[in-house]
């Protein structure tokens, strides 16, 4: 039964993030900070390998989301910059 908690709540973050980062690339650029990213970014990878050793699947889905996302944040940040 937990594990449709924890779907749930993967899903609903994972939705979250996509949709900030569609609207990021409508804009052309991000809305989120540099150093938040970097922090989220950085964060989500060392949750990702907790995750990964506890071999906990909803975890590992939604931290390797959380790091990827934020990656590509950062990517879009240098970007809009060098505009």
């Known amino acids: 039964m937990s594990d449709i ?27 989120i900070p540099l150093g938040f990213s970097l922090l989220y970014g950085a964060g989500s990878l060392l949750l990702f390998i907790h ?4 071999n906990d699947l909803v975890f590992m889905i939604l931290n390797a989301g959380a790091t990827i996302i934020p990656l590509i944040n950062i990517f879009l940040i240098f970007k809009s910059k060098k505009k």
């Open 5 to 31: 908690y924890g779907l749930a709540g993967l899903i609903l973050i994972l939705i979250g993030w996509i949709y900030e980062l569609v609207r990021a690339i409508k804009a052309g650029k991000p809305h």
């Open 51 to 54: 995750s990964w050793i506890l």
